[in-house]
């Protein structure tokens, strides 16, 4: 167990619709990323939050938003939902105190998200 | 931004032999190159990591060598077994502690 906690583990859904992951990151890390992963694809870079405040952002999509709140878990929100949206969301966290920006990142367990 | 290259796309290789996977990084504030083994399904797993300070890691059977005037780390993997099948993704985190991954390493290890 990496001490990472992402609800929910499976959500399968229609094209059109929107869907919000949940992820509660290791006490006392301030980083949090999200990755989504495809079939037989690598881990691709969507976005980062660090102490509640977006801090990089990768090939994330206009119809898919983020936060970190303030007790820092993170939500990411897909809407619009299509086909090719299908895939395993991972989201990593990191402590990055006092801005060190070499420390560990540990993953979630996933969600796989279905749309049909 | 960092762009992490990292080859071969797989390998094969027969148990009891090495194996070793090569990335390249970009930018050169980079300070923190992990490696992830990923088995089917599942969540990557920290296995290894280096930083910036030093130029070469070992913890049992493997190892990670960091040349940062080349921009180039590799992980080596000694007397290989089955269950070190997986796929195999280096990272490196650029000045703002962004996490970036290579595309991956898909290692079979034939008995």
């Known amino acids: 167990d990496s001490g990472v906690t992402q609800t929910p583990k499976h959500l399968i859904t229609a094209t059109g619709q929107r869907v919000t992951l949940r992820c509660s990151p290791r006490s006392g890390d301030l980083s949090v990323y999200w990755y989504q992963q495809s079939l037989d694809q690598g881990l691709q870079f969507l976005i980062q939050y660090y102490n509640g405040e977006e801090r990089a952002k990768g090939n994330i999509l206009e119809r898919f938003s983020a936060q970190q709140f303030p007790d820092l878990h993170s939500e990411l929100n897909l809407s619009s939902l299509e086909l090719g949206d299908s895939a395993l969301y991972f989201c990593?966290?990191?402590?990055?105190?006092?801005?060190?920006?070499?420390?560990?990142?540990?993953f979630g367990q996933g969600t796989r998200l279905t749309v049909v | 931004g960092e762009n992490v290259e990292q080859h071969p796309s797989t390998l094969s290789v027969q148990e009891g032999d090495s194996a070793v996977i090569k990335c390249t990084y970009s930018d050169s504030a980079s300070n923190y190159f992990p490696w992830y083994k990923q088995e089917l399904g599942k969540r990557p797993q920290l296995i290894i990591d280096?930083?910036?300070?030093?130029g070469e890691k070992k913890d049992q059977r493997i190892a990670v060598t960091l040349n940062k005037t080349a921009k180039h780390f590799s992980l080596h993997i000694t007397e290989t077994q089955p269950e070190d099948s997986a796929v195999y993704f280096c990272a490196a985190t650029d000045s703002w502690g962004k996490l970036q991954f290579g595309a991956g390493t898909q290692v079979v290890v034939t008995p």
């Open positions: 280096i930083r910036s300070n030093v």
């Open positions: 990593a966290s990191s402590p990055q105190r006092g801005g060190a920006t070499n420390t560990e990142a540990f």
